[in-house]
């Protein structure tokens, strides 16, 4: 009640940005002072409600919250205060720095808070999105890939373009790693292009006919350990009657049918899919 009333005593706020205001004789406005004030004492008396206060508006000066923060090892609350006045890179560089180093607070140990965060961010964030998301997939590729299958109503107004996504993911955390996201997306509703799911499904047959689980055979050595149950098990291929391939053979998405004949084709199996 305190925080309430005492809020009714600032002058009208247009929300925060990365800047501080000042005065004309240089020195902090009103609002910046009593924000600032607002946060010591948040800290002292209702620590629960510092993230509340941090993600909505506020005229905090930057310099001192920083500082602040730090000294009480609040980072999750820095990185929602940098994200309230658009410095979401900033935010991402801290949870990165803690998240590789050892002996890390909990709350910000490993890829977990990067990956919270990286949610936030839509198709407009896009280079954000791939620079940042790389430590995580090396790290823990099955972890990581929520950053790209989080669905919030900005990546409906702004999605995340799925080519691309995989793409990246191939490349950083294997051919495996890919395969989990764009099941995952699949399952989940979300439009991919035709030439993601002709590859996707390529990528199965392959899988299923080499025996590997989920990955092409020149794939099995490299792929991370960790990654090594993203995509489960998956038989040879006698007559794709289950596992990963027929299930995306039985799905109703415009893949080119063509192309998966021609992975049948070359390993001689081309007659399961001919009808009896």
Known sequence: RFLEAARLWEPQRAGGTGASETTAEGLPSQAEVLD???????????QPGLRAFVEQPNRCILSEAESILLRYQQYLELAALYDSRGLRERALQLLQRL????????AVSGPAATVAFLQRLDGRDLRLL????????RADPQVALAAFLHQSPARVSWPLPADAIFSHVAAVAGQRAAIAYADQALLQGLALPPKLLTALGKAHLQAAL????????????????????????VRPLASLQSGPAIIFLQRRVPFDAQELLDVLDSAGAGAALAPE
């Open 36 to 46: 600032t004030a607002l946060l010591k004492i948040i800290l002292s008396v209702d």
């Open 99 to 106: 998240g590789q180093r050892p002996g890390a607070p909990p």
């Open 130 to 137: 791939v620079k940042y998301s790389g430590w995580p997939l």
């Open 210 to 233: 080499s025996g590997a689980p989920g990955a092409a055979p020149e794939e099995r050595a490299e792929a991370p350990a960790a990654a090594t149950d993203l995509s489960g098990g």
